[in-house]
């Protein structure tokens, strides 16, 4: 055992110091780590239904498989994000979980029926829930210490990785037939991403944290409960467009490259929102900005309860972008100010197992039902109201307490 702890720490070493030697800075290596982190989740998430379509797997495997990962993620994000909050371990726990994202894409690739599937979906579900919250962790740590940063700077190119991946994969897999290249292209992200988080800054200690002050966080603080249900519901929204947007797409006769460029474009109108967000937050708060953002996704789905013609969904991802700023940056922001900064990972933990965790896998479960039964407008229907409800009670969650 020590020896394998002394390779480890002698190859980390080594990798830092040849990243050294390139002369990459802290922020461009936080940037580079967003773009192919994103690069990675628009190759996977954005086709991973139109893969498994292809496999033949019934409806109810179909369903089952696309709730397991929001909802396995829901579980184990705070339980990753306590335990690196009270052991301090954010940046070795990075390195495990994209290795580990890395692996279960290597056994998908092989798996062609249902229960092997099953069995790598579940693994790459655990491992791949803590990637988002520990690295914005340590994003928010780095900025912090230089007592100023933007966020959204080096979030942004999260969006530009995701455009890049989508309109790749939209224009020169679908059309050919070669879908199945998402599973390895995937694996390769994460394993460049285990290597970049091994030279990545570890975050600071802020305090001694223990497990029974972290499971009783959310009794301490009544208004965050609030404010987790209203995003929860939103997410509910998130994850249903995650999966079917290319399934509508699809359904209303879009051609593949119009599947990827309509894909590549809500990340590129993302770019500039996400490095304005700063500015807007400084002009008219966080709360409106995060209101206001969030309420897009509403009209958004509304649209699409409308919308037959593929070239008219183009000009709608401008919403998309809106809401998606308001999710990642500025709700992320408003969390990390909820919660000491010794739990800085549980905040984003438990922020992020609501929108993308138990949101996701209970609106998908309701998508694959009303999908079958009645097409995808109704899905589109149901997104306008849960997102509506969940608008309303986070405008008196945010509001109901001083910003």
Same mark, same amino acid.
């Given at each position: 055992?020590? /020896?394998?702890?002394?390779?480890?720490?002698?190859?980390?070493?080594?990798?830092?110091?040849?990243?050294?030697?390139?002369?990459?800075?802290?922020?461009?290596?936080?940037?580079?780590?967003?773009?192919?982190?994103?690069?990675?989740?628009?190759?996977?998430?954005?086709?991973?239904?139109?893969?498994?379509?292809?496999?033949?797997?019934?409806?109810?495997?179909?369903?089952? *498989?696309?709730?397991?990962?929001?909802?396995?993620?829901?579980?184990?994000?705070?339980?990753?994000?306590?335990?690196?909050?009270?052991?301090?371990?954010?940046?070795?726990?990075?390195?495990?979980?994209?290795?580990?994202?890395?692996?279960?894409?290597?056994?998908?690739?092989?798996?062609?029926?249902?229960?092997?599937?099953?069995?790598?979906?579940?693994?790459?579900?655990?491992?791949?829930?803590?990637?988002?919250?520990?690295?914005?962790?340590?994003? #928010?740590?780095?900025?912090?210490?230089?007592?100023?940063?933007?966020?959204?700077?080096?979030?942004?190119?999260?969006?530009?990785?995701?455009?890049?991946?989508?309109?790749?994969?939209? /224009?020169?897999?679908?059309?050919?037939?070669? %879908?199945?290249?998402?599973?390895?292209? =995937?694996?390769?992200?994460?394993? %460049?991403?285990?290597?970049?988080? #091994?030279?990545?800054?570890?975050?600071?200690? &802020?305090?001694?944290?223990?497990?029974?002050?972290?499971?009783?966080?959310?009794?301490?603080?009544?208004?965050?409960?609030?404010?987790?249900?209203?995003?929860?519901? %939103?997410?509910?929204? &998130?994850?249903?467009?995650?999966?079917?947007?290319?399934?509508?797409?699809?359904?209303?006769?879009?051609?593949?490259?119009?599947?990827?460029?309509?894909?590549?474009?809500?990340?590129?109108?993302?770019?500039?929102?996400?490095?304005?967000?700063?500015?807007?937050?400084?002009?008219?708060?966080?709360?409106?900005?995060?209101?206001?953002?969030?309420?897009?996704?509403?009209?958004?789905?509304?649209?699409?309860?409308?919308?037959?013609?593929?070239?008219?969904?183009?000009?709608?991802?401008?919403? &998309?972008?809106?809401?998606?700023?308001? *999710?990642?940056?500025?709700?992320? #922001?408003?969390?990390?100010?909820?919660?000491?900064?010794?739990?800085?990972?549980?905040?984003?933990?438990? =922020?992020?197992?609501?929108?993308?965790?138990?949101?996701?896998?209970?609106? #998908?479960?309701?998508?694959?039902?009303?999908?079958?039964?009645?097409?995808?407008?109704?899905?589109?229907?149901?997104?306008?109201?849960?997102?509506?409800?969940?608008?309303?009670?986070?405008?008196?969650?945010?509001?109901?307490?001083?910003?």
């Amino acid at each position: 055992m020590a /020896t394998i702890i002394s390779t480890v720490v002698i190859t980390n070493n080594t990798w830092i110091k040849f990243i050294m030697r390139l002369s990459i800075s802290t922020s461009n290596r936080f940037r580079l780590f967003f773009g192919v982190q994103f690069a990675g989740i628009g190759i996977y998430f954005s086709f991973i239904a139109l893969y498994l379509n292809s496999l033949e797997l019934t409806g109810a495997q179909l369903g089952l *498989l696309f709730a397991l990962i929001p909802l396995i993620s829901f579980l184990v994000q705070p339980l990753w994000g306590f335990a690196t909050d009270i052991y301090h371990r954010q940046r070795i726990a990075l390195v495990v979980a994209c290795f580990g994202v890395a692996a279960a894409m290597i056994g998908m690739a092989q798996a062609k029926t249902f229960w092997p599937i099953l069995l790598f979906t579940v693994l790459h579900a655990v491992m791949m829930a803590p990637i988002g919250i520990l690295v914005t962790a340590l994003a #928010l740590e780095h900025l912090n210490r230089q007592s100023a940063g933007n966020f959204g700077a080096l979030r942004l190119w999260g969006s530009i990785g995701y455009a890049i991946s989508t309109f790749g994969i939209g /224009t020169w897999l679908l059309d050919q037939g070669n %879908i199945w290249w998402i599973l390895p292209l =995937y694996g390769l992200c994460n394993l %460049i991403l285990g290597l970049l988080a #091994l030279s990545l800054p570890d975050a600071d200690v &802020h305090g001694q944290s223990s497990w029974q002050e972290g499971v009783t966080l959310l009794q301490r603080q009544r208004g965050l409960a609030l404010f987790l249900f209203a995003i929860m519901l %939103i997410g509910f929204t &998130h994850g249903i467009v995650n999966y079917y947007l290319s399934v509508y797409l699809s359904d209303i006769q879009a051609a593949g490259w119009v599947i990827g460029v309509t894909l590549a474009l809500a990340a590129v109108f993302e770019v500039p929102f996400m490095g304005r967000a700063h500015r807007f937050m400084e002009r008219w708060g966080v709360r409106p900005v995060l209101l206001f953002g969030l309420a897009m996704f509403v009209v958004r789905w509304f649209l699409y309860i409308f919308i037959k013609e593929p070239l008219l969904v183009l000009p709608t991802q401008i919403l &998309h972008s809106i809401g998606i700023t308001s *999710l990642l940056i500025v709700g992320v #922001l408003y969390m990390d100010r909820q919660l000491e900064p010794k739990w800085r990972t549980s905040a984003q933990s438990l =922020y992020t197992a609501s929108f993308a965790g138990i949101g996701p896998a209970v609106g #998908l479960y309701f998508a694959g039902n009303l999908y079958s039964s009645y097409g995808i407008q109704s899905v589109w229907i149901f997104s306008t109201l849960v997102g509506l409800a969940g608008t309303i009670i986070l405008a008196f969650a945010v509001y109901a307490k001083s910003e």
